[in-house]
């Protein structure tokens, strides 16, 4: 069957028109050049990667390391988390969080500590009630002035804010409120 495929002659429009020459496009050469086209080996050196795990290393340390108050060592998790690299120390974050929810006593916290200590705990699975803010409310249910003027802890608080579940009112007012301060 291969034979009788092979010996019938070819009727495709491509071979009949050899003589037909289609046009060249003028596209614009590459702003990159070759630079771009030659991407670099992704092999590190055997020094590179020595000093990768030490940085990693260094970076484990003083996220174990005490600290002087929580909101420090609170700050130093979110920019280990913002930079990226948080799944290298998934284990010791978990560990550091699990003890500031269980040991932390967030009575005298600021509007930012306590805002950014909602925020990591909940993306971390941890149940914190959103009560947390009322002390931030005065009397009549309205905020207190100094929160207005601490952007700081308002910008925390948006973002805390957006972690909210079904029913939590005073979060839903914390949005309407930090999206008027804010903007």
């Avoid at 010791?92 to 909602?118: M, V």
């Avoid at 959103?130 to 802890?153: A, H, L, M, P, Q």
């Avoid at 948006?158 to 949005?175: F, M, N, P, Q, W």
Wanted: proline residues 3%; glycine residues 4%.
């Amino acid at each position: 069957m291969a034979s009788q495929v092979s010996q019938m002659p070819s009727s495709s429009p491509l071979s009949s028109n050899k003589d037909e020459m289609r046009p060249k496009s003028d596209f614009q050469p590459s702003i990159w050049g070759d630079f771009f086209l030659n991407c670099p080996d992704k092999n590190i050196d055997d020094e590179t990667e020595k000093h990768h795990q030490q940085l990693k290393e260094e970076v484990r340390k003083m996220i174990v390391a005490p600290m002087a108050n929580s909101t420090q060592k609170l700050t130093f998790i979110d920019s280990v988390q913002r930079l990226g690299v948080s799944y290298h120390f998934m284990k010791e974050i978990e560990d550091e969080l699990e003890n500031i929810y269980h040991n932390d006593n967030d009575a005298e916290k600021d509007l930012y500590t306590t805002s950014l200590r909602f925020r990591l705990l909940r993306e971390h699975g941890f149940n914190v009630s959103c009560e947390v803010f009322n002390k931030f409310k005065g009397e009549k249910g309205n905020v207190k002035s100094f929160v207005t003027i601490d952007f700081r802890g308002l910008l925390e608080l948006y973002e805390a804010s957006y972690l909210r579940v079904h029913g939590e009112d005073i979060l839903d007012e914390a949005i309407s409120f930090t999206t008027n301060h804010l903007s």
